[in-house]
T-cell receptor, first 116, second 115 residues
Framework: AQTVTQSQPEMSVQEAETVTLSCTYDTSESNYYLFWYKQPPSRQMILVIRQEAYKQQNATENRFSVNFQKAAKSFSLKISDSQLGDTAMYFCAFRYSGGGADGLTFGKGTHLIIQP | GAVVSQHPSWVICKSGTSVKIECRSLDFQATTMFWYRQFPKQSLMLMATSNEGSKATYEQGVEKDKFLINHASLTLSTLTVTSAHPEDSSFYIC???????????FGSGTRLTVV
């Protein structure tokens, strides 16, 4: 079974700064997907960014980018030019891609606070 | 984009009663849906995988007789918490994945309080 570890329970940065959230995972599989989800106070889960394990190029979505290190099983999220609306819980998640319909395995989350 | 609707958004019920939560995929068909549980300030834990037209698959430690799942159509899955107890109070979230995507869409969640 896979596990996802987020070692930063909470982080706080000033608006416009860059912040990096860490995530490591453990799996014996070689084909999988990794995700970062944002959960604001409304508790609606919002997909931030996703990465296929077979792709070497790091995924980027506007101000959000990842540093995917497959050998190290690391998947960190970088948020550039942080905004007040980025304040939320951020969850790293893993999904096996070997077929079927496996659910997501989530890390414990990082509470990100953007200070004005 | 893919939308998943979940109802009710919150419910209060008495101990011993049952409560049903609905999860609908509004603009896509979902042969599989997923039910998660989230305790306050904690992560989402997968409870079960709901399969259209067949039995749900439950994660280890989840009581299938307490958390009844029905997936009778390609757009609707229901979770029924039977004989609810205060310890069942939690936030329940469903999700589904469009066939053409490997990403998941989540419902807005249901806050269940058992008194």
């Amino acid at each position: 079974a896979q596990t996802v570890t987020q070692s930063q329970p909470e982080m706080s940065v000033q608006e416009a700064e860059t912040v990096t959230l860490s995530c490591t995972y453990d799996t014996s599989e070689s084909n999988y997907y990794l995700f970062w989800y944002k959960q604001p106070p409304s508790r609606q889960m919002i997909l931030v960014i996703r990465q296929e394990a077979y792709k070497q190029q790091n995924a980027t979505e506007n101000r959000f980018s990842v540093n995917f290190q497959k050998a190290a099983k690391s998947f960190s999220l970088k948020i550039s030019d942080s905004q007040l609306g980025d304040t939320a819980m951020y969850f790293c998640a893993f999904r096996y891609s070997g077929g079927g319909a496996d659910g997501l395995t989530f890390g414990k989350g990082t509470h990100l606070i953007i200070q004005p | 984009g893919a939308v998943v609707s979940q109802h009710p958004s919150w419910v209060i019920c008495k101990s011993g009663t049952s409560v049903k939560i609905e999860c609908r995929s509004l603009d896509f068909q979902a042969t599989t849906m997923f039910w998660y549980r989230q305790f306050p300030k904690q992560s989402l834990m997968l409870m079960a995988t709901s399969n259209e037209g067949s039995k749900a698959t439950y994660e280890q430690g989840v009581e299938k007789d307490k958390f009844l799942i029905n997936h009778a159509s390609l757009t609707l899955s229901t979770l029924t918490v039977t004989s609810a107890h205060p310890e069942d109070s939690s936030f329940y979230i469903c999700s589904a994945r469009p066939l053409e995507s490997y990403g998941y869409t989540f419902g807005s969640g249901t806050r269940l309080t058992v008194v």
